[in-house]
């Protein structure tokens, strides 16, 4: 009888101590980061999409472009199987339908479906306080050409773009958007617009200096650039993204220019870009201008156009690569042989590179500032 008693404690000690480490382990799962939030709402994405389908019909791949960051803002990764589950689920298509950019950690996660055939687009945000959930949507036409029309419809966007309707991302949503929907915005440059996070003239122009970098001296096997992106720009995050250049592996080294510097150089001197091959053994320095005035004379804009306006058809002008050979657009300031002592000479933080060149002298240059 008392063997039995101790038996039975023995087998209720044993389910005791099963309880408390299953509890345990359902505790410590709620503290993994990301876990907690995934379990919240795991339709979350669904309901996203639900939501933006309410407002613009069905979503498909003729019609629909997703922008999104998601994956950047903070424990926002968890949302990823399930985000892409309803992307494929409607037959959408990574390289067609898709732009997800990046943004910072502490960023809310948004998300933009844009409907081509109608012009409108939703914008949802999702807030992760307490409980996943759709804090933010709303709904507006953003087809330009209806948009810039008229004086009228004009000053009526520009009111929303000044109240943030799309909570700061209006000119980002609406080129993009716009843009895509001309269908000739390259993906290659949709792949530029990932890092840069919105599309502007500035990262145009780096789409353009780009292309002509690879015209002119091709990426071939052994051949690899070095950029000295002085002044710095938007156009910079091109390269970045294009050729894998990065201030961490010394393929981009970024500084300013004095007025008086800029003057000096022509007046619209875009970086030194040292093309190494290292086949021929040969390392050449090639100084590039890029002129603005050029794309303001040809864009269409007016001078007293609204910036996201006149923005948004200078990146209509700047994607067509018919027009990268306008005179003036791109220019040569200069084509130089250098060697490995000279470009380590470039990359000293004490130094402007204009002048290492014998472009600039000391007296017409003051140390440009690191960036």
């Known amino acids: 009888m008392i063997k039995a008693g101790i038996t039975n404690l023995r087998r209720i000690s044993t389910k005791f101590i099963y309880l408390v480490f299953l509890t345990a382990l359902v505790l410590s799962l709620g503290s993994v980061p990301g876990m907690a939030a995934e379990n919240c709402n795991s339709n979350l994405m669904g309901q996203v999409f639900a939501a933006a389908e309410a407002d613009l019909g069905a979503i498909g791949p003729e019609n629909t472009l997703i922008i999104t960051d998601i994956g950047s803002p903070e424990e926002s990764y968890v949302f990823l199987d399930d985000f892409y589950s309803e992307f494929y689920n409607r037959d959408l298509l990574y390289t067609k339908n898709l732009l997800v950019v990046q943004n910072s950690r502490n960023s809310p996660l948004w998300f933009a479906f844009f ?4 012009g409108k687009c939703t914008y949802i945000e999702v807030s992760d306080e307490n409980e996943s959930k759709i804090s933010y949507k709303v709904t507006e036409n953003i087809d330009f050409d209806k948009l810039s029309k008229t004086n009228k419809s004009r000053d009526a966007w520009s009111e929303k773009v000044n109240n943030s309707v799309f909570d700061g991302r209006e000119f980002a949503i609406l080129s993009i958007s716009n843009a895509w929907a001309t269908g000739k915005l390259d993906y290659e440059l949709m792949q530029c617009l990932e890092l840069h996070n919105h599309f502007c003239p500035g990262v145009s122009s780096g789409y353009v200096l780009a292309g002509w970098m690879e015209e002119n001296y091709p990426l071939k096997e052994g051949v690899s650039y070095t950029v000295f992106s002085c002044p710095n720009w938007c156009k910079d995050d091109v390269f970045v993204k294009r050729w894998d250049v990065t201030p961490g ?14 003057e000096a150089l022509g007046g619209s ?6 093309v190494k091959d290292k086949n021929a053994g040969t390392m050449k320095a090639v100084v590039l201008g890029f002129d603005f005035d050029v794309v303001d004379a040809n ?5 007293d156009d609204p910036g996201w306006v006149s923005k948004y058809l200078a990146d209509l002008w700047l994607m067509d690569k018919e027009n990268w050979d306008t005179k003036g657009l791109v220019s040569v300031i200069s084509v130089k042989d250098i060697d490995a002592d000279t470009l380590s000479e470039m990359e000293l933080a004490d130094n402007n590179p204009y002048v290492v060149l014998g472009l600039l002298n000391s007296t017409e240059s003051t140390q440009p500032s690191e960036n």
Not at 299 to 303: I, N, Y
């Open 115 to 118: 409907n081509k055939c109608s």
């Open 249 to 262: 592996t010394g393929g981009i080294w970024v500084s300013k220019l004095t007025d008086n510097e800029t």
């Open 269 to 274: 001197p875009a970086g030194i870009f040292v």
């Open 299 to 303: 864009s269409g804009a007016k001078d």
